[in-house]
């Protein structure tokens, strides 16, 4: 059956990673006889300049008839003032809400070749390999009512904290599974010292603990989960938690691989179509200048191939790929110190070769 995968590249250094990982996934089409189709459009604030809004209808409706999203980065300086409804941050927002996108993954992993990257001792953070699992459309993001009230004084704002049981259990089963997967270990992190939110998302958490008896369950508070990334990372093998938790979090996580520009993330909904993105964003001081580093882009894809088009043995074959770009000493300009840096565009290449030789 057909694939179609839609290519958002959006804007800044999102154009430039998403070259290299179509130049990836253009290889695998030819080498594989992959019956995908691609279709490119515009997002954010490109797709404001020519559009009037970050996100149209049409491309809206073209991400609902698609398998997977590839979807680089959106904002920068010149989009700064405009009004939020058309803000380029908006078009990620919507292609969540919309196709309900509630199942964020960001593996925050290392590769020991480039632990003298990471602002941690090496033996702190050497053989890093954990998943954050992310409840993305629900909580105080998208929580009703909120605003802004200025006709009084003191002026004051508000957002509200809400989630059901059903958007617990469902995000908390994907953890569940992911660690089934893995190290057996998941850890729910949440604020239940303060928050009635948080007492019923660790009642719910733990009671659906019980179906799954080889998984080791624990709970922490967020703000000490955030210390203890930074102490002891490789105590954590799967972490979930809600919207504003997670949001925190895995920036923490991605952090200590040394470069934000490593690490991938997907988007999920329950019938498995997704979204798939690097952690880094547009990063309008380096764009133009061909130094970004697109392999968090080209792994993104590889999720991609996991999760929405049934190619898990082509994920796997980029992420070994990926492993030998490393180990052959191959550097982009964000994880050396030294002059001879690879440039973007380079980078698919050299990791088409080692496709070739595996």
């Known amino acids: 059956m057909t694939k179609q995968i839609l290519i958002l590249p959006g804007d800044g250094i999102g154009k430039e ?11 695998l089409i030819e080498k594989y006889h992959l019956d995908f189709i691609t279709i490119e459009r515009e997002v954010g604030g490109a797709s404001y300049e020519l559009h009037g809004k970050p996100l149209t209808e049409e491309t809206l409706e073209i991400a609902k008839q698609s398998d997977a999203i590839l ?10 003032s405009l009004d ?40 702190i953070i050497e053989n890093l390999d954990i998943l954050i699992v992310r409840e993305l459309t629900g909580g105080v993001y998208f929580g009703e009512p909120r605003g802004l009230v200025e006709d009084v004084t003191p002026k004051y704002a508000f957002n509200t904290m809400v989630y059901n049981e059903d958007e617990i259990r469902r995000i908390a089963r994907v953890a ?26 660790r009642g719910i958490v733990a009671e659906m603990g019980l179906e799954y008896p080889e998984v080791m369950l624990s709970h ?29 979090l895995s920036d923490i996580a991605a952090t200590l691989s040394g470069s934000i520009g490593m690490l991938p993330s997907a988007s999920l909904n329950s019938s498995g179509q997704g979204m798939y993105e690097p ?11 061909g130094v970004a580093n697109p392999l968090a882009m ?32 191959h550097r982009t300009k964000d994880i050396t110190t030294s002059e001879g840096f690879i440039k973007t565009n380079d980078v698919a290449p050299l990791l088409i070769k080692l496709l070739e030789n595996e």
């Open 17 to 27: 990673v998403t070259a290299s990982a179509m130049k990836i996934l253009n290889y």
């Open 71 to 80: 979807f680089g980065a959106v904002g920068g300086p010149q989009w700064d």
């Open 84 to 123: 939020w409804d058309v803000r380029p941050e908006q078009a990620l927002l919507g292609l969540r809400k919309t196709l309900g996108l509630f199942a964020n993954l960001r593996p925050a992993f290392l590769f020991n070749e480039l632990a003298s990257a990471s602002p941690l001792k090496n033996h």
């Open 176 to 201: 569940f599974e992911a660690a089934m997967t893995r190290g057996k270990k998941l850890c729910s992190v949440d604020k239940a010292n303060v928050l009635e939110v948080s007492k019923f998302w």
């Open 220 to 248: 922490q508070l967020a703000d000490n989960t955030a210390m203890q990334l930074v102490l002891n990372p490789n105590q954590y093998d799967v972490i979930v938690s809600s919207n504003l938790f997670g949001d925190i």
């Open 279 to 289: 952690c880094h964003g547009s990063a309008p001081d380096i764009a133009g200048q």
């Open 298 to 329: 080209i792994s993104s894809l590889a999720m991609a191939l996991e999760y929405s088009l049934d190619r898990k043995d082509l994920a796997v074959k980029i992420e070994l790929a990926i492993k030998n770009f490393i180990g052959l000493g």
